[in-house]
């Protein structure tokens, strides 16, 4: 069964660097998503994106945030300037075209901002 | 979106059934039911959704009450495995949400040996 992957599973930055995420959605999927879930906390919607645009953002998703699909496979969440607060997982997740009522995520990055 | 309630921890042992309530007292006609859940260290799983039926599917039953403010899962015979943080969200499609889903912070649901 075709399955989210998320790359890297695990990454440590210093605070200020700039940090990518990576997503290959399932293939044929048509919506996009980012959660994040801080250690011990709720997992918490940051951005969708749909049809090469951001269709919703939450108050978290503030301008050191972005998302691409440069290449029609790969979703990207950038961080341009780490916050110790940043340190999460990340979570990526997609919609199909035949069935919109299931999202399928991808088994996490964990971000850690030292 | 509408907020769900729902206990902190459950309890089961294997191979028992387990019910997991959920309150929405609040839904709106529009708001699908949508159940998934996160097992430890993993990314949330989808389990079931309906809007007023009950639903089944290879993974667990989704009973909805006739006024639709309240809905269980129903896991028929509980494994190990089904150890997990199950989450019950309230979900309308329309409007400007695009699918988008609001986590609370579910029910710990531990399974005994």
């Known amino acids: 069964e075709p399955e989210v992957t998320q790359t890297p599973s695990h990454q440590v930055t210093q605070m200020g660097q700039e940090v990518i995420l990576r997503c290959v959605p399932i293939s044929n999927h048509l919506y996009f998503y980012w959660y994040r879930q801080i250690l011990g906390q709720k997992v918490e919607f940051l951005v969708s994106?749909?049809?090469?645009?951001?269709?919703?953002k939450s108050e978290i998703f503030d301008d050191q945030f972005s998302v691409e699909r440069p290449d029609g496979s790969n979703f990207t969440l950038k961080i341009r300037s780490t916050k110790l607060e940043d340190s999460a997982m990340y979570f990526c997740?997609?919609?199909?075209?035949?069935?919109?009522?299931?999202?399928?995520f991808g088994p996490g990055t964990r971000l850690l901002v030292l | 979106d509408a907020k769900t309630t729902q206990p902190n921890s459950m309890e089961s042992n294997e191979e028992e059934p387990v019910h997991l309530p959920c309150n929405h007292s609040t839904i709106s006609g529009t708001d699908y039911i949508h159940w998934y859940r996160q097992l430890p260290s993993q990314g949330p799983e989808y389990v079931i959704h309906g809007l007023t039926s009950n639903v089944n599917n290879r993974m667990a039953s989704l009973a909805i009450a006739e006024d639709r403010k309240s809905s269980t899962l129903i896991l028929h015979r509980a494994t190990l495995r089904d150890a997990a943080v199950y989450y019950c969200?309230?979900?309308?499609?329309?409007?400007?949400?695009?699918?988008?889903?609001?986590f609370g912070q579910g029910t710990i649901l531990t399974v005994h040996p």
């Open positions: 997740a997609s919609i199909p075209r035949d069935n919109q009522e299931t999202q399928y």
């Open positions: 969200i309230l979900r309308d499609w329309g409007g400007t949400s695009y699918g988008k889903l609001t």
């Open positions: 994106f749909y049809n090469n645009e951001i269709s919703e």
